[in-house]
């Protein structure tokens, strides 16, 4: 029997449902593997009832919480799809101002008809079984985790730095620039893409489990950089990470 | 005379959350509405206290889709505010790296989205069995479309390369030769579309409105414009834009409506060749005779043709601007940026219409105030319109047939709901 699998999109830009499409070269493949059920981007809805279910987006309305426990409930294997359900990524940046003020700098006079809670990733809410990070989600891994898990094994997610990937692209190191890079304590998988086109890490897959952030320090003070330039740049996908370690 | 209550919920095969909501009694419209009901993002407020080189980058994430649209018109307005004038080199590769989002955008809404309506089908997924070389052939022009954007600026959803003034990383010459040769060998793949369009049957309604574009003396406006232009004959500068498009709430829908000279407008590829016809390129020409496009044409489901006319413009263009620049010669550019105090506006016509940035820099360079106007917000009230004067032609059909036309209204413009309600949220009641 094929896994009938559901895409689902909350709060986000749905680039990463657009880069489930973007697999030009495997995509009838992919689909000759699964039953695809529900990806409202896409296609008319065929069914709720689904096994695996891959999130795009992140939890920044009431509802959307509701919504997700329900989505947990019928799926056996949940997938965070993308920073903003993996990591909380850009829609964070919203919680470094009250609520209040950012429906009032919206609204104005209107203000008080809307709401909206502090964005969060999925895993805030429910258990998430897997992720695929990046923003947006990058392609390979997406690739990667889909068919571990049509053929039962554990997907490997890199666990150590961009520097690593950098390196084996024989970049020249960003620092050497002087320009700031967060690739020294963010998780690899992206073949170190922002790097090799000349833009530094912005950090969008997240940090990796044990940081160094001693030798980032280091790396920061040769280049005449601060942790106060690079904690902006963290900021942009990694405030809610930030806002954990503060708790 | 029979009663309609149509509701349509989540609007599928669009970008976005939307419902359709229709009710008539006794042939009377008694409820016509597009409810948009994407969450909200608040985009604008989170930029204040970004730095002037992260604005793009925030930006793009507003949208998956008409992400180089989105970082396009940022970086437009960040140079408007500090007064820089992009290199003839920088123009160049705006635009080409823009022909690929819009390449790439226009295949997936036309034979993603909108073919499966015409053929009968919920999805393209059924249409790899029965129709397994025009799926292969849409496949095939969307990975030469993000070839494109790959090439030039890293990928197409958030490219990393593009900042103000210019590029961090340059294509080499056989990278642009790769272009330039995948562009060529499109060409037999753009007349096999709009064979595959010419059999496909569109409904027959017209509604005058107000078409908007961005114009420009030299060039189709596609990445840049010099002003703002209507159908009804008047041009505004662009950083006038709030003079000239008024927004405003519905309770309805959490994505603002606008309007211009009259109660609606339209945006979008239908408006750009309503608005620009004679810039298009000698094949994007012959494609629209051959479609049965005529400038001014009022049927917004030939919004779809446009769609097809412009993906021949952005391939037949797309080869003359390689050429160009190559014949020009690449050459590293001073990247560095005075920041000074301001306010810019950018503009730039993606694939769903005219999307407007407005950035205010403090003195560091820091935003401390942003607007941004969405083209799909642009174009709720013109849908709204087009629905109330479609549904009395059509009240006498059975009611899935109408909610099933209703959609195909909708989808005909091309909705970005997820772009649209960047800023705003309904409440449920």
């Not at chain 1, 909206?116 to 990667?144: M, N, Q």
């Not at chain 2, 596609?222 to 834009?241: C, H, K, L, M, P």
Request: glycine share 6%.
């Amino acid at each position: 029997m094929k896994p009938k699998v559901g895409v689902f999109s909350f709060t986000g830009c749905e680039g990463c449902q657009l880069q489930i499409l973007e697999c030009e070269d495997e995509l009838l493949s992919i689909l000759g593997l699964i039953d695809l059920v529900v990806f409202r981007e896409a296609m008319d809805k065929i069914s709720d009832n689904y096994d695996i279910a891959f999130i795009d987006g992140g939890i920044t309305h009431p509802s959307e919480i509701e919504r997700i426990k329900k989505i947990r409930e019928q799926a056996s294997v949940l997938v965070a799809l993308g920073s903003c359900a993996a990591i909380g990524g850009i829609n964070c940046i919203k919680n470094r101002f009250a609520m209040d003020d950012v429906l009032q700098y919206v609204y104005g006079d209107e203000a008080h008809y809307f709401d909206t809670i502090p964005a969060r990733p999925v895993d805030a809410v429910v258990p998430v079984d897997y992720y695929v990070y990046g923003c947006p989600a990058i392609k390979s891994e997406f690739l990667h985790v889909a068919q571990s898990l049509l053929m039962g094994v554990e997907p490997q997610i890199p666990n150590y730095p961009v520097c690593m990937e950098c390196k084996i692209k024989e970049n020249v190191c960003m620092f050497d620039k002087g320009k700031m890079c967060l690739g020294p304590i963010i998780r690899a998988g992206c073949d170190a893409l922002c790097p090799s086109y000349g833009s530094g890490c912005e950090g969008c897959r997240g940090l990796v489990d044990n940081p160094n952030a001693d030798a980032h320090k280091d790396t920061l003070q040769k280049a005449g950089l601060t942790v106060e330039q690079l904690m902006q740049d963290f900021t942009m996908f990694c405030n809610y990470q930030l806002e954990k370690q503060n708790e | 005379m029979s009663n309609l209550n149509i509701n349509v919920h989540h609007v599928t095969r669009v970008e976005g959350h939307g419902n359709i909501v229709v009710n008539t009694k006794n042939g009377e419209i008694e409820e016509c509405k597009f409810e948009v009901i994407e969450s909200p993002r608040f985009f604008e407020a989170m930029l204040r206290g970004r730095r002037w080189d992260e604005a793009q980058h925030i930006t793009c994430r507003i949208c998956g889709i008409c992400s180089i649209g989105h970082t396009t018109a940022s970086l437009n307005a960040t140079e408007a505010a500090f007064g820089i004038q992009p290199s003839e080199q920088t123009r160049l590769l705006r635009r080409l790296l823009f022909h690929g989002e819009m390449l790439q955008s226009h295949i997936l809404h036309v034979y993603f989205l909108v073919a499966p309506d015409l053929l009968n089908v919920g999805s393209v997924v059924p249409l790899a069995n029965t129709h397994k070389d025009v799926v292969l052939r849409a496949l095939r022009m969307k990975k030469m479309a993000n070839e494109i954007s790959r090439i030039l600026a890293g990928r197409h959803v958030h490219p990393c390369a593009a900042v103000v003034k210019g590029f961090t990383k340059l294509p080499a010459e056989g990278e642009l030769l790769s272009i330039k040769q995948q562009l060529v060998d499109a060409i037999p793949d753009v007349e096999a579309t709009v064979d595959l369009i010419l059999t496909l049957e569109l409904p027959d309604f017209e509604r005058e409105t107000e078409y908007i574009s961005l114009r420009h003396s030299e060039e189709y406006a596609f990445a840049r414009g010099e002003v703002i232009a209507s159908s009804d004959g008047d041009e505004t500068d662009i950083q006038n834009y709030r003079q000239k498009l008024k927004e405003f709430i519905v309770p309805h829908s959490t994505s603002k409506h606008a309007r211009a000279n009259r109660d609606s407008y339209m945006v979008g590829a239908l408006a750009r060749v309503n608005n620009n016809y004679h810039q298009l390129s000698p094949m994007a020409k012959s494609a629209a005779e051959k479609l049965g496009l005529k400038a001014p044409c009022y049927n917004p489901f030939m919004n779809n043709v446009a769609q097809i006319v412009e993906v021949a413009h952005c391939v037949e263009d797309g080869i003359q601007v390689v050429d160009q620049i190559l014949s020009n010669g690449l050459k590293e550019e001073d990247l560095s940026v005075e920041v000074k105090a301001g306010t810019g506006v950018g503009a730039a016509d993606v694939p769903r219409g005219t999307l407007y940035h407005e950035y205010t820099y403090d003195e560091n360079g820091i935003i401390t105030d942003a607007n941004c106007v969405i083209p799909t917000g642009q174009n709720y009230a013109n849908v709204e319109l087009d629905m109330r004067a479609l549904v009395p032609l059509i009240i006498d059909r059975p009611q899935e047939e109408i909610a099933h036309l209703l959609e195909m209204l909708v989808r005909a413009y091309d909705p970005c709901i997820s772009c649209s309600v960047h800023l705003l949220n309904v409440r449920f009641v």
